[in-house]
């Protein structure tokens, strides 16, 4: 089955610091990632959709300028929290997809990534 | 703008039990619908999809229905045991490049 790896798994870092987060797409290429954010109890919150080799798609209220994704490859996506306040601590978790595929192994998530702003 | 609604509050379980989780949608009927298995600080896993033309679909202990007409997928676990407990989502398609939409998930306790 599909695999995608997320790193790192939890970070904790100064308010006003960046943060990378990695996914990537072990054995399938992944045309489409997307990024969520998830806060206690809540349902997963989608940030962005990246197509690799274009510009992220942002959903309405998330700032492009502060979420920066790339999506250089096939088989990699990231997302830069830059200036991170500690309202940007979440639980951030990457989907990937390769069409096809997903009505046998649905959408693809990575373990998530537990961002703690101090 | 389609909505979905899963009991919010936890379903609580003897094991050897049925579990039967809930999952209503509020407003277009989508071309499938599909079920995740949440564990606590972990991304969610894919368990099952269904299509709008399947009345069910079955998975080892899992079955799945879906009721156009109710607005309604049913997700049961037959033969619960507590490695079953998690929480449990449900999503559908937007209309549009892949996106889902997501239930906020119901926790389910398989008690011993």
């Known amino acids: 089955g599909a695999v995608v790896s997320q790193h790192p798994s939890w970070v904790i870092c100064k308010s006003g610091t960046s943060v990378k987060i990695e996914c990537r797409s072990l054995d399938f290429q992944a045309t489409t990632m997307f990024w969520y954010r998830q806060f206690p109890k809540q349902s997963l919150m989608l940030m962005a959709t990246s197509n690799e080799g274009s510009k992220a798609t942002y959903e309405q209220g998330v700032e492009k300028d502060k979420f920066l994704i790339n999506h250089a490859s096939l088989t990699l996506s990231t997302l830069t929290v830059t200036s991170a306040h500690p309202e940007d601590s979440s639980f951030y978790i990457c989907?990937?997809?390769?069409?096809?595929?997903?009505?046998?192994?649905?959408?693809?998530f990575g373990s998530g990534t537990r961002l703690t702003v101090v | 703008s389609q909505k979905i609604e899963q009991n919010s509050e936890a379903l609580n379980i003897q094991e050897g039990k049925t579990a039967t989780l809930t999952c209503n949608y509020t407003n277009y009927s989508p071309a499938y619908l599909q079920w995740y298995r949440q564990d606590p600080g972990r991304g969610p896993v894919f368990l099952l999809l269904?299509?709008?033309n399947e009345k069910e679909k079955r998975k080892e202990r899992l079955k799945v229905t879906f009721d156009t007409t109710l607005k309604q997928s049913l997700f049961h676990i037959t033969a619960s045991q507590p490695a079953d407990s998690a929480t449990y989502l449900c999503a559908l398609p937007m209309d549009s490049n892949y996106q889902l939409i997501w239930g906020a998930g119901t926790k389910l306790i398989i008690k011993p």
């Open positions: 269904i299509r709008e």
């Open positions: 989907s990937a997809l390769s069409p096809g595929t997903a009505h046998r192994y649905g959408y693809t």
